[in-house]
């Protein structure tokens, strides 16, 4: 039988997830540190895998979030049955401690992000903004009883983006609950915040609802993007030494479509990480361009598109199952027109969605998308639900 995670690694699922925290702010260290593996023994374990190449279904279809800019990264608290997305704070607001209204422009440049909640049906239940965090690349998700966590980037520093524009991405890490509407500086002094990779920039995570681990994404000293696995246990207490797995980004850059050429080098979108796997959400919007062959070529034909999903064997740093050459479509990466109606249509966010918390072993994955006109973007979900389970 394929083996089922531990009562440890389902910590999320009952009452100990509470106390252990609250033994943190007191200084103790919880029990299950003291029987932390060792670094990577944990991820030998067998655990079941997506199937990638399982239909997709649509789980919401263009609803509104409490901002009407493109949703950066999506997350779920499946014990309590929300939804928690990112995305840059549009133009034209005033928050609290602001003397007039901020542009879209001062908002990517800052780093102010839109955090909006929803219930599994898309429908918008609360909001929070965040000043100086970052992009919101990604979005970690940690139910502790009746609240959510979310692990975000913060402290964002001014770089200038793929689109040569003045955007944010954050240096470190901070954890801090869900509150509806709030404004919570990156600044704020009762703000924790974490440094994994003294120097890193591009920091994100997510969280392992299953198995009871953060996965941090991060670009280093070199700019080599990495992922690295830690215990979400130690990760709470800021102890980021013993990492069950540190792995460089695999590329895309070969990617070639089919027929060839026709998907150029698609953006990573998101990623999640279940067990042994991390999962990756690739593409670009409909009508995109890319320079190939010194011409501006569509890479994101409208209809088609060049979104991907991948699976690596994180043990492995590898692609899991392995494409053969000559790449194919129905391999992995995936080729997915899941959602292909859509107007726009870029791939934005993975979140692990659990149907029954009884079941955790039982997950599926949520792909987002955005969609809509300019000024009135729409953000939806299809996933997949197949599983593969170890031999």
């Known amino acids: 039988m394929p083996s089922r995670p531990s009562r440890r690694s389902l910590l999320a699922w009952t009452g100990t997830t509470a106390l252990t925290t609250a033994a943190m702010s007191m200084g103790a260290v919880p029990a299950s540190a003291a029987t932390y593996p060792a670094p990577g023994s944990a991820l030998l374990v067998p655990s079941a895998r997506i199937d990638l190449n399982s239909g997709s279904e649509r789980w919401i279809r263009e609803k509104a979030t409490r901002d009407a800019t493109i949703i950066q990264a999506l997350g779920y608290d499946n014990a309590n049955g929300h939804i928690y997305l990112a995305q840059v704070t549009q133009g034209g607001l005033k928050l609290a401690g602001e003397s007039a209204p901020v542009s879209s422009a001062d908002r990517n440049r800052r780093g102010d992000l839109t955090i909006t909640q929803w219930d599994m049906d898309g429908n918008t239940l609360g909001y929070m903004y965040l000043r100086g965090f970052g992009h919101g690349g990604n979005i970690g998700v940690e139910p502790v009883g009746s609240r959510a966590y979310l692990w975000m980037e913060a402290d964002g520093v001014e770089i200038i983006d793929v689109s040569n524009k003045p955007s944010s991405r954050g240096t470190r890490l901070a954890r801090f609950p869900f509150v509806n509407g709030q404004v919570l500086d990156t600044t704020s002094p ?158 934005e966010g993975l979140g692990v969605r659990i149907p029954d918390p009884a079941r955790p072993d039982v997950f599926e994955l949520g792909m987002g998308f955005a969609s809509g006109d300019a000024g009135t973007r729409r953000a939806s979900i299809y996933g997949k639900s197949g599983l593969i389970q170890p031999a």
């Open 190 to 347: 009762t703000l924790p915040k974490y440094t994994p990779v003294p120097g890193s920039t591009h920091n994100s995570a997510t969280i392992d609802p299953v198995y009871g681990r953060l996965a941090l994404r991060y670009r280093d000293t070199d700019n080599v993007f990495k992922f690295q696995i830690h215990d979400l246990d130690l990760a709470r207490l800021g102890i980021w030494s013993e990492p069950l797995a540190t792995l460089s980004q695999p590329s895309l850059t070969a990617l070639s479509g089919w027929p060839l050429t026709t998907y150029g080098s698609p953006y990573l979108q998101g990623y999640a990480v279940v067990g042994r796997y991390l999962y990756m959400l690739h593409g670009n919007s409909y009508g995109s361009t890319q320079t190939i062959n010194d011409q501006d070529t569509v890479i994101s034909e409208p209809g088609v598109g060049n979104t991907f999903l991948s699976a690596v064997n994180l043990a492995t740093g590898a692609f899991d199952p392995a494409p053969p050459a000559p790449f194919d479509k129905n391999v992995n990466p995936l080729h997915t027109t899941a959602a292909y109606t859509l107007t726009f249509r870029e791939p």
